[in-house]
């Protein structure tokens, strides 16, 4: 007997948001990025269409990162050179973006100064021809005058900054309408707080295509099913036309995976686990490629082989031909 | 919650006049109030005001003179076919028609008329001999409605069911047969049709009609009404009908959850 599949219409699709500007478009970026535009759940190709694929931004930070040595071997002697690290991520290992993290501006820290970030985000932009994004430090009154030196620096480049929260919105946004660039906004794991971030940003005057979402997640056994449920409400929001929802969204998967104990313990210390440097990979894989499921756009990355198999993941997804 | 502004009817002396003298100005003005209000669609009703063998021209006239002002889909509201389609050959996005009862004759007139136009159908659960008493007869004219749909075929999605509210003061039995009969319209078919409302009829003459169209609203909603005609610039009850939303879990709340329900 035939099977009739059923399929769900929707009214709306997800916005499409535009990353990066070449020289025509009033910056100096080789190629743009774009985001969203699906009218699907995530890859149900016989729902609708898939017109952007998932997008990987690769890891910099301005400082050498406190990562494990599995992962920093595999850069070699760039880690503190981000200019240097930038090209190799993208000519090397494929970066769509490079997602630049500002940790050296931490006041309990390096200390750098807004100028010294800014001049970092300009080397970087110099080095690569990809779109950019930019976040500070998680320190707020820091990152406000950090990311107004970045917006200013960057002027023309259509870049994405972070990040906004609902405590701290109002600078970030304001540097991002004056200098024409886009805004991470991210809530605690909480569609309430995201819907109504994006309200505010909105109502600032920023326009929707102009805001990415980042959902906040946990990595792989440390709460990505509350993520997952999250992104997929925002997701149907979109879907059904609830525009305050509708903005594609961010994934930290490089950032909260590495931070489990799992990804970073080596086989000595616990020999059931296997060897560190193939879990790590997984663990960081298995979070991403979870949250693709769940409608993540943007997938912030660290391992560079964890890279290459979402790559491949990404690339099986988009062409996948529904079954007979 | 689909909210269909009521006011551009010629029952109202503004609209009324406006009518007789081709003044686009106050539906105009009302076309964009009710927009500002929170309105998804805009009813258009010449009423009396316009004799029967001109209202095909009258309705012409009323969509182009809404159209230049809107970007609302119409709702035409006639029982003279003719008319309706006179302005469904105008309209720039998919719009309603209202209405058709349970009767063969009319449904026979419309339904093809609301395919071939990619418009949906307000369906009246009477026919020749009135509105019935109680819900079991109005669901039933809801199954020919339904019936009709799969017949000529109508989306179900396209397909709003009115089970025809009378005014409290005088027919006061009938609100809680509406009511039962929006629960079971609901589960007639799978999807289901949608339902609407004539909803500023249930307080027809009462002191308090503010306050019968709020709670009524709410008691529609919580059992299945997907769309009212209505005041679209009662702010109160364009409220109840945003947080009905919230409570249903059909929107996700937000703490500005009632200005984004009539931003656009």
Known sequence: MPVTLVKERFPSKVGEVILGATSEQGGTRTSTVVVGGDNLLPFLHFEGKVVNRPVIAMEVTDIVPPWNEAIKAQFGDVLDNPAA???????????????????????????????????????????????????????????????????????????????AEQDNYKSITAAAMVHKHNVIARSPLDINICKQLNILINEMGLPLNRIVIDPMIGGLGFGIEYAYSIMERARLGALANDKMLSMPMICTVGYEANRSKEANASAEEFPGWGDLAQRGVLWETLTATALLQAGASILLMRNPEAVKLVQRNIADLVDAEVGA | MIIIGERINGMFKDIGEALRNKDPKPLQ?????????????????????????????????????????????????????????AGLELCQRPALINSVPAERAKIERVFPMAVQFNASVIGLTMDKKGIPKDAE??????????????????????????????????????????????????MLANPAPRTVLGLSNVSQKSPDRHLINRTYLAMAMAVGLDAAIMDANDDDLVDVAATGQILLNKSIYADSYLKVFRAR
């Open chain 1, 85 to 163: 690290w930038a090209q190799k991520c993208v000519n090397e290992f494929g970066a769509d973006l490079i997602y630049l993290k500002l940790i050296g501006a931490d006041p309990e820290g390096f200390n750098r100064s807004p100028e010294d970030c800014a001049r970092v985000v300009k080397e970087v932009l110099a080095a690569v021809g990809v779109p950019l994004v930019v976040v500070g430090c998680e320190n707020a009154e820091k990152d406000n005058e950090v990311l107004a030196a970045v917006a200013e620096a960057g002027a023309g480049e259509n870049l994405l900054l972070g990040l």
């Open chain 2, 29 to 85: 003005h009302w076309a964009v109030k009710q927009e500002e209000g929170g309105a998804h669609y805009l009813d258009v009703n010449s009423g009396p005001a316009v004799p029967t063998e001109e209202r095909p021209e009258a309705y012409k006239w009323m969509v182009n003179v809404l159209q230049e002002v809107s970007k609302l889909p119409l709702c035409l509201d006639s029982t003279n076919y003719d008319a309706i389609q």
């Open chain 2, 137 to 186: 007869n109005r669901v039933a004219f809801a199954m020919e409605l339904v019936a009709a749909a799969d017949e000529f075929g109508l989306n179900m999605e396209d397909l709003f069911i009115d089970p025809l509210i009378l005014p409290v003061n005088v027919a006061q039995e009938h609100a809680p047969e509406v009511l039962e009969s929006l629960r079971q319209v609901k």
